[in-house]
């Protein structure tokens, strides 16, 4: 496979909403199309939005009504898969000739899952992951992902796979994926820390893969005109750390701090070969006489019906 260009774009959600937020996503199709990339991977929770600093109404044991009607709006602002949106970014994909990976908030039945959608410029949405395991108070707004949506799939820039957030630090997920044949690691998240960046140049060097991840940014509780709870008013809300990674941990591009932008590198899968040389994680370095995994595939709804 030949050399090819990854990219991460760092924008977020805006304040107006999903079309709004839809509306900023295609106005960078010509900067996409002008940095010739063939991946371009987003935020987790582009579209529907990371409400940061929301807390629902909720105190433990006990719901209050203002609780019911943030989440109801917060409802409304996510999207369906398949829908509008992803009809949407089907066409960028295709105009663009990139594969997305992007993050959103995705509407099934009255529940909210936190899922990671892939776009093939051919063949529009291809495969969608729903985040396994929500993080912290993310418990009270979103579904738990099961088995049945942890793909990895064939690309023009090698097999990728998506991981959101602070998925990213579940040992036996990435082993999983790395198990997969993943090659480009995708990582929606909307995690800031300096401690972020340390979590993927491992997990690039550890599954020797090259890793892009894209954060949102969000401006200040002061500049957006709201007050969050327990947060500095003139702290950003989210700061961005966009990065990309080869797959010997060292930092290709990035991180992008403090804005928006679109982050670009150029990788060469074939670099894979080498750097797998000494340590390849579930091939020659694995000991599947000591240790074994079991990965359930299968979707896990709440009601059967055998007919």
């Known amino acids: 496979m030949p050399k090819s260009i990854v990219a991460a774009l760092q924008i977020g959600a805006l304040p107006g909403g999903k079309a709004d937020t839809l509306e900023q996503i295609l106005s960078y199709e010509s900067a996409i199309i002008e940095s010739a990339a063939a991946l371009v991977v987003m935020p987790e929770a582009l579209l529907g939005g990371y409400p940061k600093g929301e807390g629902f109404g909720t105190q433990l044991g006990y719901r209050l009504p203002e609780g019911r009607e943030a989440f109801a709006r917060y409802f409304d602002n996510a999207i369906d898969v398949p829908g509008m949106e992803t009809d949407a970014l089907a066409g960028l994909s295709a105009r663009t000739g990139a594969n997305l990976v992007i993050g959103v908030i995705e509407r099934s039945g009255s529940t909210l899952y936190c899922t990671a959608l892939y776009f093939d410029p051919q063949a529009g949405l291809v495969a969608k ?136 590198a150029e990788i060469d899968t074939a670099d894979l070969i080498r750097a797998r040389y000494d340590y390849d994680v579930v091939g020659h370095y694995a000991r599947p006489d000591v240790f074994e995994l079991t990965v359930d595939e299968r979707a896990k709804p709440g009601v059967r019906f055998n007919t």
């Open 129 to 264: 992951h729903r985040k396994l395991m929500p993080t912290g108070t993310e418990r009270l707004i979103w579904g738990k992902g099961d088995g049945s949506t942890l793909p990895v799939i064939d690309s023009q820039v090698g097999r990728i796979g998506a991981v959101v957030c602070w998925e990213n630090m579940m040992p036996l997920l990435r082993t999983a994926m790395y198990a997969k044949g993943v090659e480009v690691w995708c990582a929606p998240t909307v995690d800031e820390r300096e401690m972020w960046q340390v979590s993927m140049r491992h997990i690039a060097h550890e599954g020797r893969c090259f890793v892009v991840s894209a954060c949102q940014v969000q401006e200040s509780p002061q500049a957006l005109g709201v007050e969050i709870a327990n947060w500095p008013a003139d702290r950003p809300l989210i700061a961005g750390g966009s990065v990309i990674v080869g797959p010997m941990g060292d930092v290709l591009a990035g991180p992008l701090w403090g804005g928006p932008g679109l982050l670009t």
